[in-house]
């Protein structure tokens, strides 16, 4: 039997509400998607998401969302099935390709550019019902850890605009955190979901790479990329990451797999859980508030049920330096096609091809994205080769066979601080290598190709502190039902049969 109608919603109340509860009411008639879509650019115009305040979208589109949600609500009146987001708002970061708005990656070599085709994963969100309201800033061509590289100024964090949102996935994670959308998309390379969810104080989903595709998503480089998604809660993220996933004849690189009904997990409890304290994530140099925030995780984990056990993995020190020979060196051949002939900006000039080469290029690329690229081609370069990039790639298999061998002496999941230090004042970091580090405790992960994700766990002087799980090749299932675990735990709710903190 049909259950009856509910009463009409708050759309604006709904957005602060689960995307279960957004979707359940589209469904029964209590709120239309045209409302749920207006309410999200009521909100980013209320906060100035556009304007230097927040600056969050590098492009919005009221006219064709709100079509789109009208389109829905005639589905829901034929009785046709919505999809899994019915007329949930998302935001796209500006890497992923979009039919209907630019793709620039933030950078002034795309401006203007629009794809004559879409990413898979924006047309899956597109069949289960998402409405796409805007593409989102980002470090350019995804490389930075602040927003602050984007050519288009730098994103603010709504918890403190004095500060950084993280990057490069800034615009996303801050316009889930200023609650303008639920659900974001974002790319990861070394970091750049998970660094802003923790600066940001929501949650950040990096999958496994090939469980999601990268058919449309701009290249930075190709063995570590991946989309990823961000959310106010680990059941948003769950539901987000399962309608983004599974495998894309479009790209060579998704896995094969069956995507789980990550949700299920919620009340999967702790109980006989393996937890691993990689030593190597908690440096006696730790921010000491970010550690005491993580060691109350752990508590609770224990409180819960969980055993936790100390690991090593031995070969963490060497992560930033093998992600930057190997994200550069990538960056050096996926950018060249970024030439002025094809697409994008083209600076005309008297010497030729060459000339138009170099004057396009020194024009449209900002100073990290050129300082990688020379990295790049120095690390590729004939008589560096062996000595840089060859050497980095073995380096990268022993920090990869560090993960195999802990999960397979019974760990489940491993539980580290997320980042360094909470985030940072705005122009406050100078050294890029400095910047760099920021993602220490991230890039690991991307270079083993393992999900992880992190969620909020406590704040520092008022900024937000997030913690990591790590999990093995496709053990997303076990990951979640970690993250529910301790979410769960930390506002003060228990399954039952659980014990109380």
Known sequence: M??????????????????TECVACVREGAALPSDLVSAAFDRADDIGAGSESLNVFLATDRERATEHAKGLTALI????????????PVAVKDNIATLDMPTTCGSRILEGYVSPFEATVVRRLRANGAVIIGKTNMDEFAMGSSTENSAYGPTRNPVDIRRVPGGSS?????????????????????????????FCGIVGVKPTYGRVSRYGLVAFGSSLDQVGVLARTVEDAALGLEV??????????????PVPRYELEKNAGLKGLVIGKPREYFPERLDPRIAQECERALDAYRELGAEVREVSLPHTAYSIPVYYIVAPAEASSNLARFDG????????????????????????FGPEVTRRILLGTYVLSAGYYDAYYKKAQSVRALIAQDFRDVFASGVDVLFTPTTP??????????DPYEMYVSDIFTASANLAGVPAMSIPIGDARGLPVGGQIIAPHFAEPVMFRAAFGLERA??????????SA
Do not use: H
Request: glycine share 14%; charged share 20%; net charge positive.
């Open 170 to 198: 800034g615009g996303s994670a801050a316009a889930v955190a200023a609650g303008i959308v639920r659900l974001a998309l974002g790319s990861e390379t070394g970091g750049s979901v998970r660094q802003p969810a923790s």
């Open 244 to 257: 983004i996933a599974g495998c894309d004849q479009f790209d060579s690189t998704s896995a094969d797999v």
């Open 421 to 430: 230090t909470p985030a940072f004042e705005l122009g406050a970091v100078k």
């Open 341 to 364: 002939v094809r697409y994008g900006l083209r600076v005309p000039s008297e010497r030729g091809l060459a000339g138009m080469y170099e004057a396009t290029r020194a024009r449209g």
């Open 2 to 19: 049909k259950p009856p109608p509910r009463a009409p919603a708050s759309a604006a109340k709904l957005l602060s509400r689960p995307l």
């Open 490 to 499: 930390l506002a003060g709710e228990l399954l039952p049969g659980e014990k």
């Open 77 to 88: 009146g034929r009785a046709e099935a919505p999809g899994n987001l019915a007329g949930v």
